[in-house]
T-cell receptor, first 115, second 111 residues
Framework: DAGVIQSPRHEVTEMGQEVTLRCKPISGHNSLFWYRQTMMRGLELLIYFNNNVPIDDSGMPEDRFSAKMPNASFSTLKIQPSEPRDSAVYFC?????????????FGEGSRLTVL | GDSVTQMEGPVTLSEEAFLTINCTYTATGYPSLFWYVQYPGEGLQLLLKATKADDKGSNKGFEATYRKETTSFHLEKGSVQVSDSAVYFCALRAGSYQLTFGKGTKLSVIP
């Protein structure tokens, strides 16, 4: 079975450019999470969707960040304009409905470098 | 709020050594507890979990016991291998939708 699929795996861009990261959750999963991982701050939850609806976006750092989930099989995280401090690994994770213990299934991440 | 504290790394061990990575937590209610592992260049994957007090989670020779009295979930392995080199994350879920992660402990195993 396919896991969570993220693209691109690596992105190098210049400050001020728009960056779009993509995620395809596991089929049948109805919860989707975007995390950011940095050496300094560890794993930070950015936003959580349930049934395609954003439930909690309190972790989104600022207005430059936006996320969408137009359907159950696709989500995007956009940064516009990008800044060097946005350099990090961005993970998407999904979870099936009725998951009592809350296990998350992670993608392999998108490593973003903003020059 | 909920929080997870795990030992700072990095931890460097020789092959076949005993491993302990400490994890303590603060949470309301009765959380579920997890250990995730992240191999180089990959995403996090669930290693083991425990959902109630005194439960022991185990997988791939790793184990951890849910200790409510000490609010701990320490990860142990009796004999580590080079292939166990990775970053290990302790996490909890306490009634909300999200997992709260520790900062991770990097383990390096040398032959």
């Amino acid at each position: 079975d396919a896991g969570v699929i993220q693209s691109p795996r690596h992105e190098v861009t210049e400050m001020g450019q728009e960056v779009t990261l993509r995620c395809k959750p596991i089929s049948g999963h109805n919860s989707l999470f975007w995390y950011r991982q940095t050496m300094m701050r560890g794993l930070e939850l950015l936003i959580y969707f349930n049934n395609n609806v954003p439930i909690d976006d309190s972790g989104m750092p600022e207005d430059r960040f936006s996320a969408k989930m137009p359907n159950a099989s696709f989500s995007t995280l956009k940064i516009q304009p990008s800044e060097p401090r946005d350099s990090a690994v961005y993970f998407c994770a999904s979870r099936p409905p009725g998951s009592g213990t809350g296990e998350l299934f992670f993608g392999e991440g998108s490593r973003l470098t903003v020059l | 709020g909920d929080s997870v504290t795990q030992m700072e790394g990095p931890v460097t061990l020789s092959e076949e050594a005993f491993l302990t990575i400490n994890c303590t937590y603060t949470a309301t209610g009765y959380p579920s507890l997890f250990w995730y592992v992240q191999y180089p260049g990959e995403g996090l994957q669930l290693l083991l979990k425990a959902t109630k007090a005194d439960d022991k989670g185990s997988n791939k020779g790793f184990e951890a016991t849910y200790r409510k009295e000490t609010t701990s979930f320490h990860l142990e392995k009796g004999s580590v291998q080079v292939s166990d080199s990775a970053v290990y994350f302790c996490a909890l879920r306490a009634g909300s939708y999200q997992l709260t992660f520790g900062k991770g402990t990097k383990l390096s195993v040398i032959p």
